[in-house]
């Protein structure tokens, strides 16, 4: 009951920015390309959903996943990109990409860094709402490891379902509220192996398959595909799997 009232007291405040949040991601925010600082999970874990977003994408639109501009003149918006490790590699693949944070030191870092490689990536201080009320759609609308950061996750979804454009896609990653996933994502990533600062995730924020899919649906897009993903501690990898129990990503695309 306490995870309900919680997402409920949130949909009642009609914002999806947690200044907590904000906060606590603009105080680590140089360190995001450090493959060994607190970031390090996310650089094994990028290839995974890299390849995820370039697979349906390319099944949406007509696409050859292996050739080098893959994503080439596709629209894109990363929301919470960070320090943008998921925006340059998208980049690269041809897409047009637009990488929103609300940590100005976050935007400064990743505009850093895709300056410094060359690349063309258009970062802002901005939320998606805000972007939306712009009249601003996408071919891809990206929201990675997001949602269970967010203070309003319905407002949330609905404003990352109004980005779409028709016959696009939209792609979503978060983390499953089960018991499994308070004791390896919380427990072991945070305390335990340290992986992670602690208190970098709230259980109570956590976001079922089902709860994230009616949101969705409700924003009007149709669901498609879905995976889990977990990580082999004899390999150092993280894969896709049938396992949602703790990571998972979810896929839907807006009718044509």
């Known amino acids: 009951m306490a995870a309900t009232a919680q997402r409920d007291g949130a949909t009642r405040t009609g914002s999806t920015i947690d200044p907590a949040e904000v906060a606590r991601f603009e105080g680590i925010a140089r360190t995001w390309w450090d493959p060994k600082g607190p970031m390090a999970v996310l650089h094994k874990f990028n290839p995974v959903r890299l390849a995820y977003i370039r697979d349906l994408a390319c099944e949406r639109f007509g696409r050859d996943p292996w050739t080098m501009q893959a994503l080439e003149g596709l629209s894109l918006v990363d929301i919470g990109c960070g ?16 990488g929103l944070d609300p940590a100005p030191t976050n935007i400064a870092v990743a505009s850093a860094h895709a300056e410094a ?11 998606i709402e805000a972007l939306v009320a712009e009249g601003a759609r996408f071919d891809i609308v990206l929201a990675m490891e997001v949602v269970e950061h967010v203070a309003d996750v319905e407002a949330f979804v609905t404003a990352c379902c109004a980005a779409v454009k028709p016959g696009g896609l939209l792609v979503m990653a978060t983390l499953n509220r089960t018991l499994k996933s308070y004791a390896l994502a919380i427990v072991g990533a945070e305390y335990v192996l340290r992986w992670l600062p602690r208190g970098t995730h709230d259980w109570d924020k956590f976001v079922t398959p089902d709860e994230l ?44």
Do not use: K
């Open 117 to 127: 490689g060359g690349l063309s990536i258009d970062y802002r201080q901005q939320t």
């Open 83 to 98: 320090g943008g490790v998921l925006c340059e590699p998208l980049a690269r693949l041809g897409a047009q990409v637009t």
């Open 213 to 256: 899919g009616d949101a969705i649906t409700r924003g009007g897009l149709e669901l498609g595909d879905s995976t889990g993903v977990v990580y082999n501690p004899f390999t150092d990898r993280w894969s896709a799997s049938r396992d949602t129990d703790v990571n998972y990503m979810l896929a839907a695309h807006r009718p044509a």
